[in-house]
């Protein structure tokens, strides 16, 4: 969330903090760009796409994992739209939205790094490559709602939120191999 507030000179301040003492202020709720059904209004098409931020981080996450790295790009973008410090109301954390157990497993030391965050849900999604025979659909499906999900419905879940966070990586993932010809 963003805050916005009017100082005392009149100046318009837009902060991610609450403003200082007894100011009124109105809080900017943002779309969610995981996998809310409900955020539709975005146009995964045509949003602007991120190429340059982390392109080091990325690149070497690709290289030690053999991932894509328009497949991370489009991983990171769908779930936290580029901020290292995102949290999602169900705890996943960071850049690529590490959920805390996942963490753990991953031995991500610090998941607000972008270079640990990055190298760890690489290491998470390529493992998910592996298991789902290197389909990015199912992958991708497990990635958001966890690779038993994928396996006891045989391919991706009949979850909403899931087939929707499908579609945005789909084409995200479409836009950045693209941007990378």
């Known amino acids: ?32 760009y995981a996998s ?7 146009s995964w098409e045509k949003v602007p796409l991120n190429t340059r931020s982390f392109a080091g981080e990325i690149r070497a996450a690709a290289r030690s994992n053999a991932v894509d790295e328009a497949l991370i790009r489009a991983i990171i973008h769908a779930e936290s739209a580029y901020q290292p410090d995102a949290l999602s109301p169900k705890g996943a954390q960071g850049l690529m939205q590490l959920m805390p157990a996942t963490q753990q497993e991953l031995q991500v030391a610090d998941v607000f790094d972008p270079i ?30 966890g690779p038993g999900a994928v396996r006891e419905h045989g ?14 990586v789909k084409i995200l993932y479409r836009r950045y191999r693209s941007a990378e010809s």
């Open 116 to 145: 640990d965050n990055i190298e760890g849900g690489t290491r998470y999604l390529a493992g998910l490559l592996d298991e789902f025979n290197r389909d990015v659909e199912l992958a991708t499906a497990a990635y958001n709602a």
């Open 155 to 168: 391919g991706v879940p009949p979850y909403a939120e899931t087939r929707e966070y499908v579609r945005r």
């Open 36 to 42: 809310d059904p409900k955020c539709r209004s975005v």
């Open 1 to 32: 969330q963003v805050y916005k507030w009017v100082d005392e000179d009149g100046i318009v301040n837009y902060s991610n903090t609450a403003p200082p003492g007894d100011s009124d202020f109105s809080v900017l709720r943002f779309p969610c």
